[in-house]
């Protein structure tokens, strides 16, 4: 299997964490932070905002199974891109909507796939999506990773992550895993 890298902020970790988990051809999906510029910061740290970072996860996939192009149509409908430093109640730097390329090729690709959502004026706005190359990428905590499967009843998962899951589930049902 060869394997690749994406790095994807859309606002909570928790919402495009648990969906990128349940594709076809996603080896693992990984909270963290990136882009800032705080040595080994915690969730406490960036939820000041004042660390630059973003809450992302990092993605190794196989593309021959799954293409950076197709991780990405599923990362845009994931979150409103639109919105700037924010997804809905979720304010803040580190909820912004950012592609971090690993390739120049993934920066290439990054920049046609915001042109195409902007020219398909799909969401009635333009793209804010930052597109940076990747820094130092900073897992979670422990108790991040996997939160919307151990933690299904807690009102923001209910609320925010499980209609943004669902969403994609209709969605993408032909790339999920079995």
């Not at 959502?117 to 799909?122: D, F, P, T």
């Not at 609320?159 to 999920?176: D, G, I, S, Y």
Request: hydrophobic share 40%; proline share 4%; with cysteine.
């Amino acid at each position: 299997m060869a394997h690749a890298v994406a790095t994807l902020a859309g606002g909570c970790f928790w919402c495009i964490e648990t969906v990128f988990n349940r594709l076809r051809g996603v080896e693992s999906a990984v909270s963290g932070y990136m882009g800032g510029h705080t040595l080994n910061p915690t969730y406490r740290d960036i939820c000041n905002g004042d660390t630059g970072h973003a809450e992302v996860v990092q993605i190794t996939f196989d593309p021959d199974v799954i293409a950076y192009r197709e991780l990405l149509d599923v990362f845009f409908t994931l979150h409103d891109p639109t919105q700037l430093n924010r997804q809905g109640n979720d304010v803040g730097t580190q909820y912004r909507s950012a592609i971090f390329w690993h390739t120049r090729e993934q920066k290439a690709e990054a920049e046609a796939a915001i042109a195409g959502v902007n020219a398909s004026k799909q969401f009635g706005a333009p793209i804010v999506t930052e597109v940076s190359e990747a820094t130092t990428f900073y897992p979670a905590e422990d108790y991040h990773q996997g939160y919307f499967e151990q933690n299904p009843h807690q009102p923001y998962c209910q609320f925010v992550v499980a209609p943004k899951v669902a969403k994609a589930q209709a969605k993408f049902a032909a790339r999920l895993k079995d």
